[in-house]
C-alpha cells in the first residue's frame, strides 16, 4: 500500500506569513494529489484536487504543486480563517483513496 | 442545495453492530463513487470504503475487511455502511463523501462533497 507522509505536522506561523506543507508518497502517484482543510467540529473541505486544481470557491491564496512523490500546498498571506488542518490525499484509484496524517496550522 | 446527511450513529458494545446511512440529495446520486471516510477522537481522516455507481465494485481499508460492508440504493439516493464485530478502535466520527472524478492520462478521485458525520462509540 502506497503511504502519504505529510510535514510538518504542525507548525506556527502570523497572518499574512507564506505557509508551505509538504506530502510525499511512498511511491510515484503521478500528479494525482488533493488537498483538504478542516476546521474543529467541521466536516473536511475540498481545497485543490489533482496537485494543483483550485476547488471552486476556495482563494486563490492557495496554490498545489509537485508530482510523482513530493507535493506541496502553499497559502500565501495567511488570514485568520486558514487556521486549520490540513490532510493530503491520494487520488490516483478508487482502490485506496489514502489521507496523510494532516499538518496543523496554528497562530503564532 | 447538494446535500449528504448520515445517521445510524450511537453507542454499541465491543463485537456488537451498527448500520449507518447517508442520504444525498441536491445531485444524481446513482451517477458518483461514493465512500465512507472516518476520524478518530483526536486522530486524522482515514478512508474506509468506497463502492462504484452500480454498487458493484468495492473497496475497504484493511483494517475493516470482513467486518464491514458498503452498499447503496439508487432509487432511495442512499449509501450505507454495514459495520459488524465492532471494536473500540472503530469509534469515530463517520463522513459519507461523494467521490468525484477528472482524467488526464487516467482517472483522478476526489472527495468534494461531504456530510457533517455520525458518531459511533464502541464501548462497554
Known amino acids: 500500500d502506497i503511504q502519504m507522509t505529510q510535514s510538518p505536522s504542525s507548525l506556527s506561523a502570523s497572518v499574512g506569513d507564506r505557509v508551505t506543507i509538504t506530502c510525499r508518497a511512498s511511491?510515484?502517484?503521478?500528479?494525482?494529489l488533493n488537498w483538504y482543510q478542516q476546521k474543529p467540529g467541521r466536516a473536511p473541505k475540498l481545497l485543490i484536487y489533482?496537485?494543483?486544481n483550485l476547488q471552486s470557491g476556495v482563494p486563490s491564496r492557495f496554490s498545489g504543486s509537485g508530482s510523482g512523490t513530493d507535493f506541496t500546498l502553499t497559502i500565501n498571506s495567511l488570514q485568520p480563517e486558514d487556521f486549520a488542518i490540513y490532510y493530503c490525499?491520494?487520488?490516483?484509484?478508487?482502490?485506496?483513496?489514502?489521507f496523510g496524517g494532516g499538518t496543523k496550522v496554528e497562530i503564532k | 442545495e447538494v446535500q449528504l446527511v448520515e445517521s445510524g450513529g450511537g453507542l454499541v458494545q465491543p463485537g456488537g453492530s451498527l448500520r449507518l446511512s447517508c442520504e444525498a440529495s441536491?445531485?444524481?446520486?446513482?451517477?458518483?463513487?461514493m465512500s465512507w471516510v472516518r476520524q478518530a477522537p483526536g486522530k486524522g481522516l482515514e478512508w474506509v470504503a468506497n463502492?462504484?455507481?452500480?454498487?458493484?465494485?468495492?473497496y475497504f481499508v484493511d483494517s475493516v475487511k470482513g467486518r464491514f460492508t458498503i452498499s447503496r440504493d439508487n432509487a432511495k439516493k442512499s449509501l450505507y455502511l454495514q459495520m459488524n464485530s465492532l471494536r473500540a478502535e472503530d469509534s469515530a466520527i463517520y463522513y459519507c463523501?461523494?467521490?468525484?472524478?477528472?482524467?488526464?492520462?487516467?482517472?483522478?478521485?476526489?472527495?468534494?462533497?461531504w456530510g457533517k458525520g455520525t458518531t459511533v462509540t464502541v464501548s462497554s
Open positions: 511511491q510515484s502517484i503521478s500528479s494525482y
Open positions: 463523501a461523494r467521490v468525484n472524478a477528472g482524467s488526464y492520462s487516467s482517472y483522478y478521485y476526489y472527495m468534494d462533497v
Open positions: 490525499q491520494r487520488s490516483y484509484s478508487t482502490r485506496a483513496l489514502t
Open positions: 441536491g445531485f444524481t446520486f446513482s451517477s458518483y463513487w
Open positions: 489533482a496537485t494543483s
Open positions: 463502492i462504484n455507481q452500480e454498487g458493484n465494485e468495492k
